[in-house]
């Protein structure tokens, strides 16, 4: 199949296919005009790896991840890879989170103006100089 038969069954651009073979995570072969001849399971391990971003995958985890997919085996090594990559998520998420509670603060701050977060709104903490009674104090 060429590049751009693959790139619309698996409804990617050429440009990801592109990547993905860059990447390591796509294998092709050239013609003798050299164009990119790809085999035709290569539409089912398109969908794969775009299913494996869409679950937050980076493309070097993929990578390691591929030799247990490929051979139909999993590993302890590959359980390790998805843990290490859902608690990266989830720490992600959780800083995620922090920022929109942080950001819904300054919402409500922005809508209900206080002294306390608005220095606008506080009384001038100090009296405008006043040379007679500098002089009497001295």
């Not at 009296?127 to 104090?137: E, I, K, L």
Request: charged share 20%.
């Amino acid at each position: 199949m060429r590049i751009g038969e693959v790139a619309q069954q698996a409804g990617v651009s050429t440009r990801a296919l592109r990547y993905y073979g860059e990447q390591g995570l796509l294998v092709s072969e050239r013609s003798l005009s050299g164009q990119r001849i790809y085999h035709e399971s290569a539409v089912e391990r398109v969908k794969l790896i775009q299913h494996l971003f869409t679950a937050g995958l980076p493309s070097r985890t993929i990578l390691q991840l591929l030799p247990c997919i490929d051979s139909g085996q999993s590993s302890p090594e590959s359980f390790d890879i998805l843990t290490a990559e859902r608690d990266r998520l989830t720490a992600a998420m959780a800083s995620m989170a922090a920022a929109r509670d942080a950001l819904d603060s300054m919402i409500d701050i922005a809508h209900n103006p206080t002294p306390e977060h608005c220095p606008a709104l506080r009384e001038t903490p100090w009296a405008p100089f006043d040379s007679a009674t500098a002089h009497a104090h001295v």
